[in-house]
């Protein structure tokens, strides 16, 4: 976990895109791919316990 200059913590994934299920999770890779041709993968974060995307490389 970092800490800001406000001594405020912050997680490593709070600026990622998070989805509440693995199934939103998954549409939006879904969506990323024939809109962008991004490969993503779901995954659960240890941190906030939703659903983050990531590469697939």
Known sequence: ???TMD???KTPCQDKLAFDTKKQADVA???AELQH???LKSYRCTYCS???L???N
């Open 1 to 3: 976990m970092l800490i």
């Open 7 to 9: 001594s405020t913590p």
């Open 29 to 31: 890779g879904l969506v």
């Open 37 to 39: 041709n991004a490969k």
């Open 50 to 52: 939703l659903w983050h």
């Open 54 to 56: 990531a590469s697939s």
